[in-house]
């Protein structure tokens, strides 16, 4: 995938988690971490998962979703998930 595509998804990705995290653009850093800086629940951690199975057409597995603790934890795994 070409690297401005990819840009593109994670500009996407980071509005998808502010509509559903209620927290705008500038206040969610790449390397915020969802539990402990952000606050993010389960609900909202499952919410984010599934907006980014759906939208970009990939499956997340259940034995890395832990592993998804910051916007750049996504972007790693949708990387390696869209190769």
């Known amino acids: 995938m070409p690297k401005t595509d990819f840009e593109q998804i994670k500009k996407e990705v980071k509005r998808m988690v502010a509509e559903i995290t209620e927290l705008t653009e500038t206040k969610l850093k790449d390397e915020a971490k969802f539990v402990d800086d952000l606050g993010v629940d389960s609900m909202m951690a499952l919410e984010i998962v599934a907006s980014i199975e ?30």
């Open 54 to 83: 759906k939208k970009y057409k990939v499956t997340i597995p259940e034995t890395e979703i832990p592993k998804m603790r910051s916007l750049n934890d996504i972007y790693a795994l949708l990387e390696k998930e869209m190769k």
